[in-house]
């Protein structure tokens, strides 16, 4: 395994190897080494993600870990910049955030924004009813089967490819989705493996999960703003690879998961690292 102060050196080098470009409020690497913080986004309540330790105000999660490690290799500290899912790719576009963690990369967000290498790839998964335990895609299949997605989410985007016939209810937000589920009005809910165990932690009696086959998802990655000069992003991107193939992205996230009741054993190996 690379050592931090040597990983510090490798990344520092690599970002020399080309002159920043002017972006925004100014080059990242520039300004991270000026100031000695690194800005990054966090969404409140958001476990095992994100979210703000309530005895200490301080923030927590898998977010917070990957950027306290990474401003470490930079020799920064950090700077949390609260927001919301909906708004991460403006905040990136316009300058206020260095980085945002955590989100799916999409054809549409690629337009304005960069991404670097996936920190691992997250499985779709189900919150499924008691009694309901479809094994693969094609047993939901069926106008009989009631799917519960967010409106305008990946899940809405997937789900007329992998179950075009299912009986689709397509509700404002991922909580509205996990209620038609828990009042019997929806069959299961559709999610990524992550937010599925996050849900079920929080509440048992919600149903259980499954992960159909055949396997299908999307990667989590991070967001940084365009740049002509690909040096913050082949900067990150080489963290990314180090910390991936150490195992530290999937100890750290197990770890977050841990915090909120999902023992490592419940993890299903369709959560890929």
């Known amino acids: 395994m690379i050592g931090r102060r040597s990983l510090a050196a490798c990344l520092a080098t690599a970002a020399l190897a080309t002159p920043l470009a002017a972006q925004g409020t100014g080059p990242v690497l520039e ?19 994100c979210w703000k330790d309530p005895a200490t105000g301080e923030w927590a999660g898998f977010i917070t870990d990957c950027a306290r490690d990474l401003a470490n290799t930079l020799g ?27 989100l799916a990369p999409t054809a549409q967000r690629a337009l304005a924004v960069d991404f670097t290498r996936p920190l691992y790839d997250n499985a779709f998964a189900l919150i499924a009813r008691a009694g309901f335990d479809p094994k693969g895609w094609s047993e939901l299949d069926d106008p009989a ?11 809405d985007q997937s789900v007329a490819t992998l179950c075009p016939r299912a009986t689709v209810l397509r509700l404002p937000t991922n909580n509205d989705a996990l209620l038609a589920v828990q009042a019997g009005r929806a069959d299961c809910q559709m999610l990524v493996v992550i937010l599925a165990l996050s849900a079920l932690a929080r509440n048992r009696r919600l149903g259980h999960l499954v992960v159909p086959e055949p396997l299908h998802g999307s990667a989590t990655a991070a967001m940084v703003a365009k740049n002509p000069d690909p040096s913050w992003r082949d900067t990150v991107d080489g963290w990314v ?12 996230l197990v770890a977050n998961l841990g915090r909120i009741g999902v023992p490592e ?9």
């Open 241 to 252: 690879s180090q910390r991936r193939s150490a195992g530290w992205l999937r100890a750290r």
């Open 31 to 49: 300004r991270i080494r000026a100031t000695g913080r690194l800005r990054f986004g966090v969404v409140a309540g958001q476990q095992p993600y």
């Open 265 to 273: 054993a419940e993890v299903p190996p369709q959560l890929l690292f």
């Open 145 to 155: 089967v009631r799917v519960a997605v967010e409106l305008g989410s990946a899940y």
């Open 76 to 102: 920064a500290g950090v700077e949390p910049v609260e927001s919301t899912w909906g708004n991460a790719v403006l905040d990136v576009q316009a300058g206020k955030v260095d980085i945002f963690f955590g």
